[in-house]
């Protein structure tokens, strides 16, 4: 695990709706504005949106049901969150109007969709907001180094295939374009690892570096469905240059594409991650972080303890706020 995992202590899978980054404990009070910062939340949308009515009751999974392929799973939680991912959608694009900011859109967004990913619940804007506050400054450093890269190479593959001609205009720009593909690959790990992770900002590059080539081939995959699906969004508008196809297409874009890209890159990234960091850290310890596994979707066996404890559960008013089961 050498050159994986920070050596910070046992504990290096922090989930913070379970606590602060530095490993303490969330106070109590920290908690009750947490969850009344949520109720008003969800109020909020209720009252405008009678949809957006996450205790109404559904149909349920059977427990014997079959488990869905990647394929069908992703488009199950896409279209089953459609309408929760719009605002976090706005969020982001809002967000991420300055430029320097764009790594702060980035990680919040991402918060939300490995939760959704997981299976997990997420309270949207509020889940970003939050992420945001505890990561800024690694958020805000990496976004401006994201920019700073994407933007070098952005010269130099006009510099080699416009201003250079001959073998060396060629070389310099299938360089360039190779770069190009490694820094969009290595930007796909990037922010999961930094919000589920301690680590520095040399160990996040490092270790996107290496998931590169771990997972080459998912990671092409993952880029050869984006970048047509975002690309049709700006050959549309110069196809039919109506405005109201214009501004039907920006819409669209806005509020779909960003949860849409998040998400597929949570489906082809994360089984890499938990394969190479999670799992094997954990075959290690396999009593630490029981919880936060269960809630990256690691199967943690339940205990009979547990089952018991479960079977007579009724509602307590000292249990914790932040129960994820």
């Given at each position: 695990?050498?050159?994986?995992?920070?050596?910070?202590?046992?504990?290096?899978?922090?989930?913070?709706?379970?606590?602060?980054k530095?490993?303490?404990?969330?106070?109590?009070?920290?908690?009750?504005?947490?969850?009344?910062?949520?109720?008003?939340?969800?109020?909020?949308?209720?009252?405008?949106?009678?949809?957006?009515?996450?205790?109404?009751?559904?149909?349920?999974?059977?427990?014997?049901?079959?488990?869905k392929?990647?394929?069908?799973?992703f488009?199950?939680?896409?279209?089953?969150?459609?309408?929760?991912?719009?605002?976090?959608?706005?969020?982001?694009?809002?967000?991420s109007?300055?430029?320097?900011?764009?790594?702060?859109?980035?990680?919040?967004?991402?918060?939300?969709?490995?939760?959704?990913?997981?299976?997990?619940?997420?309270?949207?804007?509020?889940?970003?907001?939050?992420?945001?506050?505890?990561?800024?400054?690694?958020?805000?450093?990496?976004?401006?180094?994201?920019l700073?890269?994407?933007?070098?190479?952005?010269?130099?593959?006009?510099?080699?295939?416009?201003?250079?001609?001959?073998?060396?205009?060629?070389?310099?720009?299938?360089i360039?374009?190779?770069?190009?593909?490694?820094?969009?690959?290595?930007?796909?790990?990037?922010?999961?690892?930094?919000?589920?992770?301690?680590?520095?900002?040399?160990?996040?590059?490092?270790?996107?570096?290496?998931?590169?080539?771990l997972?080459?081939?998912?990671?092409?995959?993952?880029?050869?469905?984006?970048?047509?699906?975002?690309?049709?969004?700006?050959?549309?508008?110069?196809?039919?240059?109506?405005?109201?196809?214009?501004?039907?297409?920006?819409?669209?874009?806005?509020?779909?594409?960003?949860?849409?890209?998040?998400?597929?890159?949570?489906?082809?990234?994360f089984?890499?991650?938990?394969?190479?960091?999670?799992?094997?850290?954990?075959?290690?310890?396999?009593?630490?972080?029981?919880?936060?596994?269960?809630?990256?979707?690691?199967?943690?066996?339940?205990?009979?303890?547990?089952?018991?404890?479960?079977?007579?559960d009724?509602?307590?008013?000292?249990?914790?706020?932040?129960?994820?089961?």
């Amino acid at each position: 695990m050498t050159g994986w995992l920070p050596q910070r202590g046992a504990k290096t899978v922090a989930l913070y709706t379970h606590c602060n980054k530095d490993g303490t404990d969330i106070s109590v009070g920290e908690k009750l504005l947490y969850k009344s910062r949520r109720e008003q939340e969800k109020q909020t949308w209720q009252a405008f949106f009678g949809f957006f009515n996450y205790e109404k009751e559904g149909p349920g999974v059977r427990k014997d049901a079959p488990e869905k392929n990647a394929f069908a799973a992703f488009f199950d939680i896409f279209f089953g969150n459609f309408w929760r991912l719009i605002p976090v959608n706005l969020f982001y694009v809002l967000l991420s109007l300055p430029l320097l900011t764009g790594g702060l859109s980035t990680v919040g967004i991402t918060h939300v969709t490995r939760a959704l990913a997981r299976r997990k619940h997420s309270f949207g804007i509020s889940d970003c907001t939050e992420i945001v506050r505890k990561n800024w400054k690694q958020a805000l450093g990496m976004g401006v180094l994201r920019l700073f890269c994407f933007s070098v190479l952005g010269f130099a593959v006009w510099f080699y295939a416009f201003r250079e001609e001959g073998m060396l205009g060629t070389i310099g720009t299938g360089i360039c374009l190779f770069l190009a593909i490694v820094l969009s690959m290595m930007d796909l790990y990037v922010w999961t690892l930094m919000i589920t992770f301690r680590f520095t900002m040399k160990q996040l590059c490092k270790n996107s570096f290496r998931f590169v080539f771990l997972n080459f081939w998912r990671n092409l995959l993952c880029l050869v469905l984006l970048l047509p699906a975002g690309a049709l969004f700006i050959v549309i508008p110069f196809l039919f240059p109506h405005p109201f196809v214009i501004f039907l297409t920006a819409v669209i874009y806005v509020c779909v594409f960003p949860g849409f890209r998040f998400l597929l890159t949570q489906f082809c990234t994360f089984p890499a991650i938990r394969k190479f960091i999670i799992d094997p850290y954990y075959a290690a310890h396999p009593d630490a972080d029981i919880e936060l596994r269960r809630n990256l979707g690691v199967y943690v066996e339940r205990s009979d303890e547990e089952e018991t404890a479960d079977a007579n559960d009724e509602e307590d008013p000292n249990a914790p706020i932040f129960r994820d089961r």
